[in-house]
């Protein structure tokens, strides 16, 4: 929990992982994209403070001592979601998996929840393991990650017929709520792979799932915006706009968060710190301290106040996945009900 | 896309064309010149007439076919100056820098030089990318005459012709007539992106909103662009590379 000028925030990290990256974990072969990967993630992180920069070596592989500290006695975290990547072509253990973050999480009762993943090009294997994992865990949502290489392919959409059928199974084993990861390769390769029209069609096809797009579908934010004023179970994920534009871009982030607050809304937007990309102590810190600036060219984006902040840094991420939220950091009843589905009125009255 | 066409002679003024040939060709994502975003790791031209470019991305996985458009549009700018004999264009550090370079080399074609991978060529991606920058930099145009009170109805009677000058202007122009829009002095400042008809009078405000959004994203994706280029090459500068304009 993260307390500032007498408020209190629950804190949810509703996006990070705790990855092998280092060259013990290449896949032989394939080290230039293992290697190429993690440095790619690298350079991210220099878009953070420069105090909060590591070490191209401790960045492939961190400690559970390193993420406990970072994530939770210095980051104001009080729970935090795993978001697996496998990327087995590259890393032989995989990069940051379901297995690998539960076996460091339950040495930790309480702080983790543990999202799976599936990959619908997989096929029947892939669904007894998804079965698997949901039991195993019980996990209560998924990371996909669309741009993933697979024995030669390189990537899929959520709307093939094959992802379809995951998404029903994942729905019927419980899974609420699915975070996508746009990234840049898909078939064919002519296509934009970052566009999130599938996304669309499954948000559509399947309401009674929650889709967090996460980087809120950066680099396609426009795109995204479009989508979401039309579904309302298409939520923000705000990993990389804050740890890859507050600090370093402070204008580009008050204009994007003032396009989110317009089109999507306070109660749709949910904090997640990419840790290891970036730590949470200063994202959660800095988010608590941003105003909109009072200047002319900000003037038609809608402000937010402290009761959003509570939303976006843990209340919103909270109801998603029904996590108990101690009494003294709920809002009053008329801060409006996190997480909440029918925030796009605005857009219509634009 | 063609650079001007003087005649080239000393080797000094052959380096300085072909940076300026490359001045002409842009990320097609981000509507920039490659040049100023710092994505040219070096240009020469040798005495005899042959050019080397080497090009460089912020990260190991960028999208391919955009750097595909970028190598490809490097090469024919190149290559359309007069003096210059051989091209070599040469993408670094890329995970498709191979199939890329050596597609780009051969005029193979997007759909050969990634045998399987791709049904057609890039101009439908292209021409998507430039209706974002035709969106883009309608905000451009409009914002400063919204600020001055212009009211959105009366944006919407304006045509091209009667705007004051601008850069941000001529570049909506040209954008414009590259996809086939009315471009002229009587062609509509709101128009679909698509069919270039002007903008129905109950779409205004949704139209400008679209358009803001369009730009803002746009420019955030260059700002977290150039961030990671400058931390992957520690601050080194690309050729013609020019600080962001914010």
């Known amino acids: 929990m993260y307390e500032h000028n007498g408020e209190k925030y629950f804190i949810v990290d509703s996006h990070m992982h705790y990855w092998n990256a280092a060259p013990d974990n290449w896949v032989p072969g394939a080290e230039q994209y293992a290697k190429g990967w993690i440095e790619c993630f690298h350079a991210y992180q220099g878009l953070g403070p420069p105090e909060t920069h590591w070490t191209i070596e401790h960045f492939q592989k961190y400690s559970e001592d390193d993420l406990m500290k970072d994530v939770f006695e210095d980051g104001h975290v009080d729970v935090a979601i795993f978001q697996p990547t496998d990327l087995k072509e590259w890393y032989t253990e995989g990069f940051n998996t379901t297995a690998r973050n539960a076996e460091m999480g339950k040495k930790h009762p309480g702080k983790f929840i543990y999202n799976t993943n599936f990959d619908p090009r997989n096929g029947d294997a892939g669904l007894e393991e998804l079965k698997r994992n949901v039991e195993t865990y019980g996990s209560k949502g998924v990371k996909l990650y669309t741009a993933e290489w697979n024995n030669g392919s390189r990537g899929y959409k959520l709307s093939d017929p094959g992802a379809y059928r995951y998404l029903e199974a994942a729905q019927n084993l419980g899974i609420k709520n699915i975070h996508v990861h746009k990234g840049p390769t898909i078939w064919p390769l002519d296509k934009d792979a970052f566009d999130v029209a599938d996304i669309d069609h499954c948000a559509t096809d399947f309401p009674e799932l929650n889709f967090i797009i996460e980087h809120v579908g950066l680099p396609r934010i426009e795109d995204f915006c479009f989508m979401a004023t039309q579904e309302p179970n298409v939520y923000a994920g705000l990993s990389v706009v804050i740890g890859g534009l507050m600090h370093a871009r402070r204008n580009f982030f008050n204009k994007v968060m003032g396009e989110l607050l317009f089109w999507v809304g306070e109660d749709k937007m949910t904090f997640g710190s990419d840790y290891g990309i970036w730590e949470p102590k200063w994202q959660v810190e800095g988010f608590v301290d941003w105003e909109m600036p009072d200047r002319e060219e900000y003037s038609d984006y809608p402000r937010l106040n402290t009761a959003g902040k509570k939303k976006i840094l843990g209340l919103n991420a909270a109801r998603l996945y029904d996590i108990e939220v101690p009494k003294e950091f709920q809002l009053p009843a008329e801060a409006g009900t996190p997480a909440a589905q029918d925030d796009a009125q605005l857009v219509a009255g634009a | ?246």
């Open chain 2, 1 to 246: 896309m063609t650079p001007t066409a003087t005649a080239v002679t000393g080797f000094r003024d052959r380096a300085e064309a072909v940076l300026k040939a490359l001045e002409t060709v842009r990320d097609p994502e981000l509507d920039e010149p490659i040049t100023s975003l710092g994505f040219v790791a070096s240009c020469a031209v040798s005495a005899a007439g042959d050019a080397q470019v080497r090009l460089r991305l912020p990260t190991y996985f960028c999208a391919p076919n955009f750097a595909y458009l970028m190598v490809a549009d490097a090469y024919d700018a190149v290559s359309a100056l007069p003096g210059v004999r051989n091209v070599e264009v040469v993408l670094d550090d890329h995970f498709a820098s191979d199939a890329i370079n050596g597609g780009v080399a051969a005029q193979a074609g997007f759909v050969r030089s990634f045998d399987g991978e791709a049904v057609s060529e890039l101009h439908g991606l292209r021409a998507d990318f430039l209706r974002k920058a035709v969106m883009a930099g309608t905000d451009q145009v409009a914002r400063p005459l919204l600020s001055a009170g212009t009211d959105p109805a009366a944006l919407l009677a304006m045509n091209l012709g009667e705007l004051p000058p601008s850069r941000a202007l001529d570049r909506l122009r040209q954008r414009r007539a590259e996809l086939g829009l009315p471009a002229g002095d009587d062609a509509p400042l709101l128009v679909d992106p698509v069919t270039g008809a002007r903008v129905a009078a109950d779409s205004v405000p949704l139209h400008l909103r679209k358009a803001k959004v369009t730009r803002v994203s746009i420019e955030a994706n260059s700002g977290i662009c150039r961030g990671m280029l400058a931390h992957r090459y520690q601050g080194t500068k690309g050729q013609g590379q020019t600080p962001p304009p914010e």
